[in-house]
């Protein structure tokens, strides 16, 4: 199975493990996992604000320490975005949605606001 985990749980996994559920942990281990380029992104931008007190550096070169791999943005995952049924208004969010589509992917979230986003997302 293949996952992409988004910032939330990215953020858990690599600084904060204790805080992953039971459920998320074992789904991560069964996994081949991938972290999006739009969640180092998201990252960067809320730690330049001060909503974040996070490193995009760091956590940009523990992506492959940590067992996972980085997903970059392509032209088609930006597309498929404006095909997205307007659920959930956070265009990070809607990127990774869009990035598990095309890929495909399971986007594996906290965000119980993406369920409705059907079997691509499982909420851990």
């Known amino acids: 199975m293949r996952i992409l985990l988004d910032t939330h749980l990215f953020l858990w996994a690599v600084s904060a ?3 992953l ?3 998320a942990r074992k789904q991560i ?5 991938f972290i999006s380029a739009a969640s180092i992104w998201e990252i960067s931008i809320k730690s330049s604000i001060g909503k974040l007190d996070a490193d995009p550096d760091e956590l940009l070169a523990g992506v492959e320490p940590a067992g996972f791999s980085l997903l970059p ?3 088609d ?3 498929k975005v404006a095909r997205l049924p ?3 208004k956070d265009p ?3 990127l990774l949605v869009a990035q598990a589509s095309v890929e495909p992917m399971i986007l594996l979230t906290n965000d119980d606001a993406l369920r ?6 499982t909420i851990a």
């Open 17 to 19: 493990p204790s805080k």
């Open 77 to 79: 995952h930006a597309a």
């Open 92 to 94: 990070f969010d809607r």
């Open 21 to 23: 559920s039971a459920a």
């Open 29 to 33: 281990d069964a996994a081949e996992v």
């Open 86 to 88: 307007p659920i959930h």
């Open 116 to 121: 409705d986003y059907g079997s691509l997302v």
């Open 73 to 75: 943005i392509t032209g």
